[in-house]
């Protein structure tokens, strides 16, 4: 039988979704809060903002974000920063072809004193889990994390312990093609939120970063803008936002269209048009409004669809790949009517 036990320290259930009275103040303070993490995180990244503001839409969708690139981009340092200007529980895995399921989750060790078993928890324990190079981890090990960011609980010996609030996990990968690296299988690409590359830098942004970041350490400029407790206020806000039923069915069209279209063996999945719907609230939200628009689920659906997407083989030789796809299926999709 399978028991549910909650960690010394771990915040109880809360309503989903806040009063309405109360969404207008709410939606300010959070525009005003992704503004200060904006420019925090511009201490160490210069001149991507719109890959942070992505980032920032991630986080308050409560979903956990990929970013893929080649190596010495700042993939790791937008994570760090992130994670630091948060103020919460931070922790990172360094994943590499010897790490264990166990070292992620957590384990049962045996107390000699007590005679008893006890739940040393793993590194998925933290608000905010930064996964360095996640496909350099065997698959194995990269599925410890299904159960985790899927269902914010983690099982181990029929016990399932809950994970605090908020809960993000973002992972950072290199291209598959390189060596030393396994493809991220399926599930695991599906529970990410959104996939973001980070590209290189401008002329401008490099030369600030040789000139500042090899005197001192740009994350040591970041301070906590706000805390835990403020961000999981701030998501139920999100959740909060209108989305009308027409645009609900907008969301269902565009992902329904993947699964018909010539150029994939697997479409999107009814996953996908959930996290594409709750990452549109947290954009509305970000931009001050307290409902969802067309434009934002179309700025945001080759980040949030196009990386779960299986392109054929006749595909990828004409050299296609998931967001020209995703394109085609916007360019083709009626937007909802008005009312």
């Known amino acids: ?46 001149g991507k903002d719109e890959t942070v503001r992505l980032a920032l839409t991630v986080l308050f969708s409560e979903g956990h974000l990929l970013v893929e690139d080649v190596p010495g981009v700042g993939k790791t340092m937008l994570a760090k920063s992130l994670a630091r200007a948060i103020d919460g529980s931070v922790r ?60 914010g609980q983690v099982t181990v010996d029929g016990t399932t312990w809950q994970l605090d609030r908020p809960f993000i996990v973002f992972a950072t990968q290199n291209p598959v093609e390189m060596d030393g690296t396994y493809p991220l299988p399926e599930a695991q690409r599906d529970r990410f939120a959104a996939r973001i590359s980070m590209g290189y830098p401008s002329v401008d942004a490099e030369l ?12 040591d400029a970041v301070t906590p803008v706000v805390d835990v407790a403020e961000v999981r206020a701030l998501s139920r806000a999100v959740r909060s936002v209108h989305a009308a039923e027409a645009l609900k069915q907008y969301v269902v069209d565009l992902v329904r269209r993947t699964r018909s279209h010539p150029d994939l063996r697997l479409g999107a999945s009814p996953r996908a048009a959930l996290h594409l719907l709750r990452t549109a609230r947290s954009r509305a939200a970000l931009e001050g409004r307290d409902h969802v628009l067309p434009d934002d689920v179309q700025a945001l659906a080759v980040p949030v669809v196009a990386h779960r997407l299986l392109l054929t083989a006749d595909a990828l030789l004409a050299g296609r790949d998931g967001a020209d796809v995703v394109t085609d299926v916007l360019r083709t999709t009626a937007l909802p009517s008005p009312r």
């Open 92 to 151: 990172r895995i360094q994943f590499t072809p010897d790490l264990l399921p166990s070292d992620v989750t957590g384990s049962s060790i045996w107390n000699q004193e007590r005679a008893t078993f006890e739940f040393r928890p793993g590194a998925v324990f933290a608000n905010v889990v930064i996964g360095d190079e996640i496909n350099r981890a065997s698959p194995k090990t990269q599925s410890a994390l299904l159960e985790c960011m899927e269902e």
């Open 1 to 46: 039988m399978t028991t549910t036990s909650a960690l010394p320290g771990s915040h109880p259930a809360e309503s989903p979704t806040l009063d309405p009275h109360d969404l207008p103040a709410a939606l300010e303070r959070l525009r005003s809060v992704a503004d200060d993490l904006a420019v925090a995180v511009d201490r160490v990244i210069q």
């Open 208 to 219: 600030t970063m040789l000139s500042e970041h090899g005197v001192t350490d740009p994350l």
